[in-house]
């Protein structure tokens, strides 16, 4: 991914069981957004790599004949596994542990691909070079991400919602007072952040496009102090083994700064807007460059 770090296999270690609850929702719509635009007819087969805890693997499910969730982190399958018997579709899931390096792993060619704020943690070009042979001629990637413009910071405004804004400054402040102030992830640290710049990768390894697609957010929404501090566990910057003994201290201290933020336990936030890209492969397997 970078020059400077290593991906290991604690990025995600403990985040699982914080994750569902504690990440906001994509905007209302993805699923019908991304039929429309797709055709999806309850057909095919979708691949979502680096599928976490199957946030949206499992929104899509109703879409597709088969959904094929892939995901470096054992507690996240896991997760997945659990979500998809919840919700009846076990049936026409299937989770498999690995890295999105260690792809086509023998499962096969999709209609659709997706990464979902996923793919900054790849070895980008070798990943969409190997998704983009796994497609059918015609089939489609789709990257999904937050609203870049819509940053989760308490400067945006809540006035006129109940409650306060959740305060994500000083909650940095907080794990860089116990971590440093270099950004952690697994064993390393990414002292220039993530990457960016997929639409280069996606153009030099030979899709096209991207159709871009806006879900709008700006939506109300509540959060209690246990889904805020779900949310802080739930990021590869503060996964919980990263404060080692001193987990415990942390969340104590995490819990007494959202006291003071707001005594009730409960925080206003606006839902993101969601930003969609979709790639395309060439029609037929002879005009795949």
Same mark, same amino acid.
């Given at each position: 991914?970078?020059?400077?770090?290593?991906?290991?296999?604690?990025?995600?270690?403990?985040?699982?069981?914080?994750?569902?609850?504690?990440?906001?929702?994509?905007?209302?719509?993805?699923?019908?957004?991304?039929?429309?635009?797709?055709?999806?007819?309850?057909?095919?087969?979708?691949?979502?790599?680096?599928?976490?805890?199957?946030?949206?693997?499992?929104?899509?499910?109703?879409?597709?004949?088969?959904?094929?969730?892939?995901?470096?982190?054992?507690?996240?399958?896991?997760?997945?596994?659990?979500?998809?018997?919840?919700?009846?579709?076990?049936?026409?899931?299937?989770?498999?542990?690995?890295?999105?390096?260690?792809?086509?792993?023998?499962?096969?060619?999709?209609?659709?691909?997706?990464?979902?704020?996923?793919?900054?943690?790849? $070895? +980008?070009?070798?990943?969409?070079?190997?998704? /983009?042979?796994? !497609?059918?001629? @015609?089939? %489609? *990637?789709?990257?999904?991400? #937050?609203?870049?413009?819509?940053?989760?910071?308490?400067?945006?405004?809540?006035?006129?919602?109940?409650?306060?804004?959740?305060?994500?400054?000083?909650?940095?402040?907080?794990?860089?007072?116990?971590?440093?102030?270099?950004?952690?992830?697994?064993?390393?640290?990414?002292?220039?952040?993530?990457?960016?710049?997929?639409?280069?990768?996606? $153009? +030099?390894?030979?899709?096209?496009?991207?159709? /871009?697609?806006? !879900?709008?957010? @700006?939506? %109300? *929404?509540?959060?209690?102090? #246990?889904?805020?501090?779900?949310?802080?566990?739930?990021?590869?910057?503060?996964?919980?083994?990263?404060?080692?003994?001193?987990?415990?201290?942390?969340?104590?201290?995490?819990?007494?700064?959202?006291?003071?933020?707001?005594?009730?336990?409960?925080?206003?936030?606006?839902?993101?807007?969601?930003?969609?890209?979709?790639?395309?492969?060439?029609?037929?397997?002879?005009?795949?460059?």
């Amino acid at each position: 991914m970078t020059t400077d770090w290593e991906w290991d296999d604690t990025l995600f270690l403990g985040t699982a069981a914080y994750y569902r609850r504690g990440r906001l929702p994509y905007a209302p719509g993805l699923a019908d957004a991304l039929a429309g635009v797709l055709g999806l007819d309850g057909r095919g087969r979708l691949i979502d790599v680096g599928c976490g805890p199957g946030t949206v693997a499992l929104t899509l499910a109703d879409l597709f004949g088969e959904v094929v969730g892939v995901d470096p982190d054992s507690g996240m399958i896991a997760e997945a596994a659990r979500a998809a018997a919840e919700r009846g579709v076990s049936g026409k899931t299937r989770w498999v542990r690995a890295r999105a390096e260690e792809l086509p792993a023998g499962l096969g060619v999709f209609t659709v691909a997706a990464f979902a704020q996923s793919f900054h943690w790849m $070895d +980008r070009d070798l990943v969409a070079a190997t998704v /983009r042979d796994m !497609l059918r001629p @015609g089939g %489609a *990637l789709v990257h999904i991400s #937050d609203l870049k413009s819509e940053a989760r910071t308490e400067t945006r405004a809540v006035g006129g919602l109940p409650h306060p804004a959740v305060p994500h400054t000083a909650l940095r402040e907080l794990v860089r007072s116990y971590l440093g102030p270099v950004r952690r992830a697994g064993r390393g640290v990414l002292p220039h952040g993530t990457p960016g710049g997929e639409a280069a990768v996606f $153009d +030099r390894v030979g899709f096209t496009g991207p159709e /871009r697609h806006v !879900l709008p957010g @700006g939506q %109300a *929404l509540e959060r209690t102090t #246990d889904d805020v501090v779900a949310g802080v566990f739930s990021m590869s910057f503060s996964a919980p083994h990263l404060f080692g003994a001193r987990r415990d201290d942390f969340e104590e201290d995490v819990r007494r700064l959202l006291r003071a933020a707001s005594p009730t336990g409960s925080f206003s936030v606006h839902q993101p807007g969601t930003e969609i890209s979709v790639w395309r492969t060439a029609p037929t397997a002879e005009g795949r460059p």
